[in-house]
């Protein structure tokens, strides 16, 4: 046995290795937040088409090319693909039955999740001074609806993780906690996956397109 | 409006104080009352007899509405219901048929038989699948609650813009349609995720893809559909309920929206969505012609086959309601064919059925009856719905009363045919007596000869020219006696529906017990007791073939073999949240429609309370002890 598998077998003792899928239950809520993540994504691919369909029609607003500023948002996109990182180590801590290092790691997405949510609404603002704001023409419309659906994906996926955290510390690891930590960070790879879409297909494209 | 709202909202937080916090004696009441049980239950059967209770009482609106505007067009030039009133029940009645009256009742079916079909003790998700009826009923009941307070969606059940915009539908006519369909289709997501996750996880040992009963997998086909096919209907519906409340412009063609986008999307859910409600139908079909031909079914995998193509091509097809729009020959040439396409596998279906019949043994019972009838019915809209495939055919036919006899012979002849089959056929299953069959026969054939008489005569009025969803003709055109024709058909279909509650009543007060296999069938659900005991199955049976239970019939047994021994049972409690989310649901939609927010925002706060309440809540369920067990069994079968 090498160092890192006897490491493992110590710090999992109690827990089977993979303790989302130990049960039926577990199986179950698994197997069914993936097809729930088929169906938002046909949700939003509705939104990135009324998108894609309506992003000229700005009228006498700011057209996409003068409004979108890359070096923002990239940021942004940086801060949410690194929680998409920290939500694979909180569930590297789940499997090796880590409460200090699960905490810690979902500790660290939530606040990163709530960093670019803060710079969304910074630039959200930002835009509304600008004059392109929810009402001002069919672009706007459509740009808030796919956008501002993220922006609430992230607020309820904080919201969520958070309070699998306060449930963590009072009940720690087990076969009823960890299927809902994992199915979290399934959501959580989700919404960055979409933000992936949208910083391509809002912001690149907006700019080149 | 809003204070009302308001005030409802108050007394419905007293009500909550009163009872769940100091009131301790209420709450015992509350819970010792026989309705409780049924509102706090997460059982399947139980939910599936809810959701008939529910199909059948959304049946009564929606049947009202249909002969009401019969009614009106008995006469030339009659002003009995004209202009927006006509408008109003041509859009409810379409709205509650396909979404409050065919969707519950097939879930109804789907509830009943699919866990049992497939040997297993409940569903993945029992909670979720409370939650969904509840949605689905308060979806339906905010909807409805527009004839009450004043003015009812009117736009279709297509719901149009800009026809559905404020300034062409004033009022809030089209906010209950947006947000009563919004709350339902949240709930409809759930249950097919439900039953997608029940039947890949939880089948009895054994039990292989290919050994499963077509109606499991028609139900599995069609919650696939809904998986993918209501998310752009719940897209679509938030753009139009954005444009209507928050002052959006999708759909505004001043400021640069394009009402294309609804068409779009309302038809990228709406065709799955006919085929969300029909493949269920066929399910049912196949069950009942090879039990009551006592053969096998004919091409089992080639049905299987069918289901799943058919499933597929349904999502590639959706433009074919939108060829007069002006997509361009190219466009409506690909999804004509595609549409044309999906008569293949249909009519491998009807084959099937028929060569199930060939040489087998075969029993009229009505629910037979009603699969019988619908093979030569359905394949009448099945030959109009290829008519209307050619685009240029569909240039004439667009918008015309023959529009209208075609879906009505798929959706009845189709829908409401397999329903009834199947309320026939798992009745006993439900509640441990069978319907009466003699009342059944009359109940059928007038139902047939009176659907017939409406729809049939329908393609010839709207080949004379007579345009949908109009509310008058004129006398010259000639359209009186065969509109009369079409109106007297209603009434016999009416007299038919109520037979249906005759029988129920009169089988109810003359019941005797069924019988654990009143039918001589051939799948899992005929192997247990009627109705089944809340655990399903004692010992969970192994599967060795299709038709499990008549393979071990055709080999001198006269029950499953087991596949594991008798053991304590674990069973999900029951609980009230989904009933509490639901409220929560509801007050925020009617909070949406009277355009006050901050109600609307109350509701919402009401859900994500009760699912942070649901999610610390430590339910591990409870076991069912082997001695009860035993004791259940014993007197099931005594």
Excluded at chain 1, 38 to 51: H, Q, R
Aim: aromatic share 16%; hydrophobic share 50%.
């Amino acid at each position: 046995m090498s160092t890192a598998e006897l490491e493992h077998a110590k710090t999992s003792a109690g827990l089977p290795p993979h303790p989302e899928r130990a049960t039926m239950e577990g199986r179950n809520k698994v197997l069914g937040f993936w097809l729930f993540l088929g169906a938002e994504t046909v949700l939003f691919a509705c939104l990135f088409g009324t998108y894609l369909a309506l992003k000229g029609s700005t009228l006498d607003g700011p057209t996409t090319q003068e409004l979108y500023k890359i070096p923002m948002v990239a940021a942004a996109t940086i801060i949410l693909l690194t929680s998409s990182l920290t939500s694979v180590l909180g569930v590297l801590g789940l499997h090796q039955n880590n409460y200090k290092k699960l905490m810690f790691w979902f500790g660290v997405t939530v606040l990163l999740g709530a960093a670019f949510l803060g710079l969304e609404i910074y630039e959200f603002v930002e835009y509304v001074h600008e004059g392109h704001t929810f009402t001002s023409s069919a672009f706007g419309s459509a740009f808030y609806t796919l956008v501002g659906t993220h922006g609430a994906h992230v607020l309820f996926g904080i919201t969520w993780i958070t309070a699998l955290m306060i449930q963590a510390r009072r009940r720690g690891i087990n076969l009823d906690t960890a299927p809902k930590f994992f199915v979290a960070s399934l959501y959580w790879h989700f919404v960055d996956v979409v933000w992936v879409f949208i910083f391509t297909v809002v912001y690149l494209m907006g700019k080149v397109g | 409006m809003a204070t009302i709202v308001t005030i409802i909202v108050f007394i419905l937080f007293l009500g909550a104080i009163l009872t769940g916090g100091y009131n301790k004696e209420l709450m015992a009441r509350f819970r010792s009352h026989w309705l409780w049980d049924w509102i706090t239950t997460v059982d399947h059967k139980k939910i599936g007899i809810l959701y008939a209770l529910g199909g059948g009482f959304f049946f009564i609106f929606g049947g009202i509405e249909a002969l009401l505007m019969r009614m009106q067009l008995f006469y030339p030039n009659n002003d009995f219901i004209v202009g927006r009133t006509f408008n109003e029940l041509l859009s409810m009645h379409g709205t509650t048929m396909i979404f409050f009256v065919a969707m519950p009742l097939l879930f109804a079916l789907m509830n009943v038989a699919v866990p049992l079909q497939i040997g297993a003790r409940d569903v993945a998700f029992p909670f979720l699948n409370a939650l969904g009826f509840w949605l689905f009923f308060a979806g339906g009941l905010l909807m409805n609650l527009s004839w009450l307070f004043g003015n009812a969606p009117d736009a279709g059940w297509t719901n149009y813009v800009p026809i559905a915009a404020n300034e062409y539908s004033a009022g809030t006519g089209i906010d209950y349609y947006v947000l009563g369909l919004q709350i339902s289709g949240i709930g409809t997501l759930i249950g097919g995720i439900n039953f997608l996750v029940t039947i890949i996880n939880m089948r009895a040992p054994g039990m292989s893809f290919l050994r499963m009963p077509l109606f499991t997998w028609t139900s599995f086909v069609a919650s696939a559909l809904i998986l993918f096919g209501f998310p752009p209907l719940t897209a679509g519906l938030f753009l139009i309920m954005f444009e209507r409340l928050f002052g959006a412009n999708f759909f505004d063609v001043a400021a640069g929206g394009n009402p294309i986008i609804w068409q779009h999307l309302f038809w990228i859910f709406g065709h799955p969505e006919v085929y969300i409600v029909i493949l269920p139908a066929f399910g049912v079909m196949s069950e009942v012609i090879s039990t009551f031909s006592k053969k096998r079914l004919f091409g089992y995998t080639s049905m299987v086959f069918a289901t799943i193509l058919i499933g597929f091509l349904g999502f590639m097809v959706w433009a074919h309601h939108m060829f007069t729009v002006g997509m361009g020959p190219v466009a409506n040439s690909i999804f004509a064919i595609a549409t044309m396409a999906i008569a293949v596998p249909t009519g491998i279906k009807v084959f099937n059925w028929l060569f199930t019949m060939w040489g087998g043994k075969i029993r009229f019972t009505t629910a037979m009856l009603y699969a019988v009838g619908f093979i030569p019915t359905f394949v009448m809209g099945g030959v109009t719905g290829v008519m209307l495939a050619s685009p240029p055919a569909d240039y004439q036919y667009h918008d015309s009363y023959f529009v209208v006899a075609h879906f009505h012979y798929v959706l009845i002849g189709g829908t409401v045919f397999g329903v009834l089959a199947g309320l026939y056929y798992w009745w006993p299953k439900m509640f441990g007596y069978t319907l009466n069959e003699k009342i059944g026969k009359w109940n059928f054939w007038l139902f047939f000869i009176g659907f017939h008489m409406t729809f049939f005569i329908q393609h010839f009025i709207g080949l004379f020219g007579m345009p949908r969803r109009v509310f008058t003709y004129q006398p010259e055109d000639g359209l009186t006696l065969i509109n009369q024709i079409s109106t007297y058909g209603a009434f016999l279909m009416a007299v038919a529906s109520i037979l249906l509650v005759v029988n129920i009543v009169y089988s109810y007060r003359h019941r005797v017990p069924a019988g654990n296999d009143p039918w001589d069938g051939r799948t899992l659900e005929w192997t247990i007791s009627s109705p089944a005991p809340f655990y399903n199955f004692a010992q969970l049976p192994r599967v060795r073939a299709l038709d499990a239970f008549w393979h071990e019939k055709m080999n001198g047994r006269k029950e499953m073999e087991p596949a594991e021994p008798l053991g304590p049972i674990h069973m999900p409690n029951d609980t009230h949240l989904p009933f509490v989310m639901t409220l929560g649901f509801f007050v925020s939609g009617l909070g949406f429609v009277f355009r006050s927010n901050e109600v609307g925002v109350l509701g919402l706060i009401i859900v994500i309370l009760t699912m942070f309440v649901r999610s610390f809540e430590k339910d591990h369920g409870y076991h069912v002890e082997t001695d009860e067990i035993e004791k259940t069994e014993k007197g099931a079968n005594a």
